[in-house]
């Protein structure tokens, strides 16, 4: 009996040594989104405000463009 406790022990520290590696792991893997999202968000308070305009302005454009083609196009069914 004391030879099945002790396998049974051996297997249940091995599968919390696994775990235990795996949690390290994750923990490594958050950091590492953590500092990547950080970064992130240092390099969006850099943008310029000439930069966020012009996008401003393409993005009107293409809004602009898309109506125009919507409302050139003849109806379609019996709608």
């Not at 002790?6 to 297997?11: Q, R």
């Not at 989104?33 to 310029?48: N, Q, Y």
């Not at 401003?56 to 109806?75: M, V």
Request: net charge negative; with cysteine; charged share 40%.
């Amino acid at each position: 009996m004391a030879k099945k406790k002790k396998v049974c022990l051996t297997a249940l520290m091995r599968k919390i040594d696994s775990m235990d590696s795996k949690i390290c792991e994750m923990r490594a893997g958050l950091t590492r989104i953590k500092a990547t999202l950080e970064e992130e968000v240092e390099e969006e308070e850099e943008i310029c405000p000439d930069e966020i305009d012009s996008q401003r302005a393409l993005i009107e454009a293409i809004q602009e463009i898309c109506l125009e083609g919507l409302l050139e196009r003849e109806p379609e069914g019996d709608a």
